[in-house]
């Protein structure tokens, strides 16, 4: 048996093809189910249903062999007991640094909002600058507009949260796509079957770069 931890929601919506290219289909649709195991086209094969930070978690402790995350859940788990295979070149965006256009000039440390708390340590702590990290858990363009931070880290796609925020992109911190991990007990207990998986989702993704958007 085979589980592999994804999100639902834009994980999930940008997987499904190259599942389906490595000849995975779920026989079910978490944003209508509310199923947390979802069964495939393949009886050995099952996908788990858990939040995006959770993902890694579950692959570390082997409650699911396999999982798809973002590389920004990654930086923040550290990746301990995980193998990380595949880029599979989806769910792309940019971890920034972001504030407002005219930022007041201060003379006490920065506060950064951010629910990438360790990214965010190792960003400054390598430009040897100290800032006050405020731990928040989501909706970060909020801060500096009511004076809880001066600047968020903060995920970037199109730029379109950050504007109808005024707030704009300051720093580039890291690229960001979503990342096929793999248990690494499982890599040796059941290393045919992940392999295989890996070699099949590694071909769907060259696939899908090869064809034109
Ligand atoms: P939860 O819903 O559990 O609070 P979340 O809001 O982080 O988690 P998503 O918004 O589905 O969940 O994001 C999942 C992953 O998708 C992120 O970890 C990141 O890698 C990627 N991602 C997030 N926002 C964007 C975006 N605007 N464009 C592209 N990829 C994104
Ligand atoms: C993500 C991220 C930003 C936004 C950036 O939020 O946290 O707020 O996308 O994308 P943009 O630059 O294209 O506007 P998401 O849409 O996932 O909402 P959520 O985190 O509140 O679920």
Same mark, same amino acid.
């Given at each position: 048996m085979l589980r592999i931890a994804?999100?639902?929601?834009?994980?999930?919506?940008?997987?499904?093809?190259l599942l389906a290219r490595a000849g995975v289909v779920p026989r079910d649709d978490p944003d209508t189910s509310r199923k947390l195991i979802l069964d495939t086209n393949q009886a050995d094969v099952k996908l788990v249903i858990i939040r995006a930070a959770d993902v890694?978690?579950?692959?570390?402790?082997?409650?699911?062999? +396999?999982?798809?995350? *973002?590389?920004?859940?990654?930086?923040?788990?550290?990746?301990? *007991?995980?193998?990380?295979? +595949?880029? +599979? *070149?989806?769910?792309?965006?940019?971890?920034?640094?972001?504030?407002?256009?005219?930022?007041?000039?201060?003379h006490r440390r920065l506060r950064i909002a951010t629910k990438y708390v360790q990214s965010t340590r190792r960003y400054y702590a390598a430009l040897g600058q100290q800032v006050e990290i405020v731990k928040l858990y989501g909706s970060m363009e909020l801060a500096p507009l009511v004076g809880l931070a001066d600047r968020i880290v903060d995920l970037v796609d199109t730029g379109n949260t950050l504007r109808a925020n005024g707030l704009v992109p300051l720093e580039h911190i890291a690229d960001i796509s979503s990342r096929l991990v793999v248990n690494k007990a499982a890599m040796k207990m059941k290393h045919a079957a992940v392999s295989a +998986?890996?070699?099949a989702l590694g071909r769907a993704v060259e696939e899908q770069a090869q064809e034109p958007a």
């Open positions: 994804v999100s639902k929601g834009r994980i999930f919506r940008e997987c499904i093809p890694p978690t579950y692959v570390q402790y082997g409650a699911a062999e +396999l999982g798809v995350t *973002g590389k920004d859940v990654l930086m923040e788990h550290g990746g301990e *007991g995980l193998y990380e295979p +595949l880029d +599979l *070149g989806i769910a792309r965006c940019r971890l920034m640094v972001a504030g407002p256009r005219r930022a007041a000039r201060l +998986l890996v070699d």
